[in-house]
């Protein structure tokens, strides 16, 4: 059975930083794509990031783009996101998930549903 835990969440003032990871067990970490999402209360889970199995392609939603990076380690079978630039929006409960491959080497999956394995999330504040 996959586990995915998250850790890095905090507070940090706006215009701060912050690098959130997550540890992947129980599976092949090199067959599976992996994703951030962050949900903010009343919001609907969102997409933020998201990177192929080969670690060669990733995605992010418009909100983010250049300002958070995706990276995963295989070795420690960790993927992170370094956020940059944070604005106090981007206050949320950030969510690791992962999904087989499938044999798309170079795919980044973006949809919620697409997802099989879920962490139990990190909160990251962002303070005006």
């Known amino acids: 059975q996959v586990q995915l835990v998250e850790s890095g969440g905090g507070l940090v003032q706006d215009g701060g930083s912050l690098r959130i990871s997550c540890v992947f067990s129980?599976?092949?970490?090199?067959?599976?794509?992996m994703g951030w999402f962050r949900q903010a209360p009343g919001k609907e889970r969102e997409f933020v990031a998201g990177?192929?199995?080969?670690?060669?392609?990733?995605s992010y939603s418009d909100s983010v783009t250049g300002r958070f990076t995706i990276s995963r380690d295989n070795a420690k079978n960790t993927v992170s996101l370094q956020m940059n630039s944070l604005k106090p929006e981007d206050t949320a409960v950030y969510y690791c998930?992962?999904?087989?491959?499938?044999?798309?080497?170079?795919?980044?999956?973006?949809?919620?549903?697409?997802?099989?394995?879920w962490g139990q999330g990190t909160q990251v504040t962002v303070s005006s």
């Open positions: 129980g599976g092949t970490f090199t067959r599976n794509a």
């Open positions: 990177i192929s199995s080969s670690g060669n392609s990733a």
């Open positions: 998930a992962s999904v087989r491959d499938g044999g798309y080497l170079s795919v980044v999956f973006r949809r919620r549903l697409q997802y099989n394995y």
